[in-house]
């Protein structure tokens, strides 16, 4: 079965600093890939997807991904963070008919 | 640009009564997912329909029930709620192989 992997429960980053969130994943063939950001009590955002080709995928909000099918993994990166992306991340890989397995979440918190 | 609505936003309810959580998809998307997900946890899988039939089954209780009608708004109804059913219910929607987009989600609260 498909599944996801985020080995960081929360990281703390200084506002400005670059940041780079893990995600792992297990799945066969080429998997479908996202990254989702929640903000308390709030839905799920979607940040950016993988699908097929260009390895590195630009997301919003100065977000972007990059593939590697050596290490499968999908990590999350923003050069400079802001306050504003105090969030949880969730990484997720679509299994079953086109439904969502997310990780277990990375909380973010930024430092000023 | 339309987002997926749910309502209600907050709902608060005891044991043993039942509930029911609507989702009104994106227009002109024509599959619907819910997924619960528990304080501290990432979302699960609880069903979803593509064309008012359903097309996956994760893990819903049997105490639950969804149906997807002809304007392709969604219902789930849940009864003989317990309070392990206390949490954050998402429907998301999509069409085709484009991303899941995500409504503001129900707050359940079993008393």
């Known amino acids: 079965a498909q599944s996801v992997t985020q080995p960081d429960i929360h990281i703390t980053v200084s506002e400005g600093a670059s940041l780079e969130l893990r995600c792992n994943y297990s799945?066969?063939?080429?998997?479908?890939l996202f990254w989702y950001v929640q903000s308390p009590g709030q839905g799920l955002q979607l940040l950016l997807k993988?699908?097929?080709?260009?390895?590195l995928v630009q997301g919003i909000k100065g977000f972007e991904a990059e593939f590697k099918r050596s290490q499968s993994s999908f990590n999350l990166r923003k050069p400079s963070v802001h306050w504003s992306d105090a969030a949880e991340y969730f990484c997720?890989?679509?299994?079953?008919?086109?439904?969502?397995?997310f990780g277990k979440g990375t909380m973010l918190l930024v430092s000023p | 640009a339309a987002g997926v609505i749910q309502s209600p936003r907050h709902l608060i309810k005891e044991k043993r009564e039942t509930a029911t959580l609507k989702c009104y998809p994106i227009p002109r998307h024509d599959t619907v997912y819910w997924y619960q997900q528990g304080p501290g946890q990432d979302p699960q899988f609880l069903i979803s329909?593509?064309?008012?039939?359903?097309?996956d089954k994760g893990s819903i209780p049997d105490r639950f029930s969804a149906q997807q009608f002809s304007d392709y708004h969604s219902e789930l109804n849940m009864s003989s709620l317990e309070l392990g059913d206390s949490a954050l219910y998402f429907c998301a929607s999509s069409s085709g192989n484009q991303p899941q987009h995500f409504g503001d989600g129900t707050r359940l609260s079993i008393l």
């Open positions: 993988y699908f097929s080709g260009d390895t």
């Open positions: 997720a890989v679509v299994s079953g008919y086109s439904t969502l397995t």
């Open positions: 329909f593509y064309e008012k039939m359903q097309s």
């Open positions: 799945y066969g063939a080429t998997p479908y």
